[in-house]
């Protein structure tokens, strides 16, 4: 079987076997934030961030452009 490659959003790292890595659901009116599951990072829609840091950077991004 061949494994998942999932990419940071922000670095465009890629990973088979993320660890540590942080999974974002989000809309216009709301987000949240996963520790990584596979479940989590497998579900539409969902971001991927290959660390606390670059979530944060998205996070940051989305609550200026929610409250622009």
């Known amino acids: 079987m061949i ?10 790292e890629e990973s088979d076997n993320p660890q540590h890595w942080v999974v ?3 809309n216009d009116a709301q987000l949240t934030v996963y520790k ?5 990072a497998d579900s539409p829609g969902a971001r991927h961030y290959c660390g606390e840091a670059h979530a944060q ?3 940051s991004r989305w609550l200026a452009a929610a409250c622009s």
Do not use: D, L, P, Q
Not at 36 to 40: H, Y
């Open 57 to 59: 950077v998205y996070v």
């Open 3 to 12: 494994g998942t490659n999932y990419r940071c959003e922000i670095c465009s």
């Open 24 to 26: 974002v659901h989000c």
């Open 36 to 40: 990584w599951t596979k479940e989590a």
